[in-house]
DNA sequence: CGCGTTTGACCAGCGC
DNA sequence: GCGCTGGTCAAACGCG
């Protein structure tokens, strides 16, 4: 703890009973020290006044330090407040977006089937809900969603230079076996883009969180190719700097993340008798995205890829949700450190950005900010049992305390400028997804995300959200885990929108 | 023959 | 200043 301890010089005793009330008034009700005051002055000999002198001088420097630090866990608490509230607003706007043009697209484009539960098992596309967050408004959502990602559209971010998240996730029954990793040319039926921009309402306050979230990309995309480095170098290295990490169950050499790569090395590193392969992007000649791939020693089959720097070129759908979060992940990561007082001084104290400390990030995604290059872990695998997937298991019903932070409980939500209702079930919703979205591994895991997350939604708005049946879930999520790359595509989606709340708050 | 992988060497950053 | 470690380079090698 790096706080700066008063020591004032020793006081007299008159000095002492004045000294008291105003401590206590500064020291407010954060702590109060059972210091009685009034019991030495009669009775002390002149070394037992010496010696309570040390001891009152102590005292002083404990509340000075307890004042100090609870001055800092305001601050924090409330940075970490308005970063959520930003980032929450955001994705509600993201949401609403995402209606709106989901509605518009329904009437003329698809046939979207029956809002009803039975609807689910025709178009499974609809699973893509990624839009796993709207669900915050009600069951009668469900059939936009499906509309949404069935029409293919959800181009709420063409053009507009937005970070936009393209998941190749879906595999809908209107796209039949489509490779949407290498072709991606025909990507958007099973492209659902998240895009943190009210796409129609471009509102002028937009200028600042341009800046801050989207920068890395576009400063990318500016120099593509002019001179590839050594342009924007202060861009180029914080981008490089920030990392995600992703950690998943995996048998293949890398995780198919939808990339080309060309392998340029191979270490022993330290600690782990698994050796470290890096690999290079070879979609453009001079991209400079890398990532490291390494196996986890203590479970071999966990595969853990680093991905650095951002791609300077387009990307095919299915590269795009890591290249977003790469990003998004720079975006956040700089932000956070520079919100933050002091990154080393948090890593030291056992804190994490404020996204996680405020649990946001859920229990399988972590933060650090002690390392050089500051990376965001995603911990794709799960500790929860692949066969508890209709019922809640011990693993979510322990995430779902964790789910909700304690601002959340203390009523800090309620006080928004949303109703407090809104906030409420778009923030658990976002704690479960979070939890159980990207605590997930490979299939069985990836259903007993969608399904805690239906369930979990189904059971907060009351009337209506019955609609979603088990046996419903359970179709919808075995069809997003038919899709191999639902897992990155679902960490891009989530580390991406967190990555542009966090940035604009960070604007703020 | 071209492309990708392997592998030893080299370099830079960091801690002691 | 030195050694350790991580990251990168580039020649050699293998494969289609």
Known sequence: MEVAVERPAPVKEEKRADAKPEMAAATGSARSLPIVFESFATTQSDAGIKQEE?????????????????????????????????????????????EQEAAKAKLPAAPAPAPGADGVDEAPDDLVSL????????????????????????????????????????????????????????????????????????????????????????????????????????VQQQAKKARVSVRVKCDTPTMPDGCQWRKYGQKISKGNPCPRAYYRCT??????????????????????????????????????????????????????????????????????????????????????????????????????????????????????????????????????AAPPSYYAKGSLALGHLFGGGLGVSSRPEQLYAAQSYLQRTSSLGGGGHGAVAPAVTDTLAKAITSDPSFQSALAAAITSVMGRGGAAAAQK
């Open 283 to 416: 979609v453009a000649p001079h991209c400079p995205v890398r990532k490291q791939v390494q196996r986890c020693a203590e479970d071999t089959t966990i595969l853990i890829t680093t991905y650095e720097g951002q791609h300077n070129h387009q990307l095919p759908p299915a590269a795009t949700a890591m290249a977003s979060t790469t990003s998004a992940a720079a975006a956040m990561l700089t932000s956070g450190s520079t919100t933050s007082s002091s990154p080393a001084s948090l890593a030291a104290h056992g804190h994490h950005l404020p996204l996680a400390a405020a649990g946001l990030l859920g229990p399988t995604t972590m933060v650090s900010t002690a390392a050089s290059c500051p990376t965001i872990t995603l911990d794709l695998t799960t500790p929860a049992a692949p066969h508890s997937l209709m019922h809640s298991t011990p693993y979510a019903a322990g995430y779902e305390s964790k789910a909700v932070p304690a601002a959340w409980s203390s009523g800090y939500l309620a006080y928004g």
């Open 131 to 234: 839009s796993l967050g709207t669900r915050s408004n009600g069951a009668r959502r469900k059939g936009h969603e499906r509309s949404s990602s069935s029409s293919g559209t959800a181009e709420t971010t063409a053009g507009e230079g937005q970070l936009s998240l393209g998941l190749g996730i879906a595999r809908g029954s209107g796209v039949p076996a489509d490779d949407d990793k290498a072709s991606g040319a025909s990507a958007a039926p099973g492209v659902l883009n998240l895009s943190s921009d009210s796409s129609s309402a471009n509102d002028a306050a937009k200028p600042a969180r341009d800046d801050a979230a989207a920068s890395p990309p576009c400063a990318t995309r500016k120099s593509p190719s002019a001179a590839g480095e050594g342009v924007d170098d202060e």
């Open 54 to 98: 040390r001891t009152l001088e102590a005292a002083k420097a404990e509340m000075g330090e307890v004042r100090e630090e609870n001055e800092r866990l305001k601050t924090m608490l409330s940075r970490i407040v308005n970063q959520y509230q930003s980032l929450h607003m955001h994705f509600l706007d993201v949401v609403k977006v995402h």
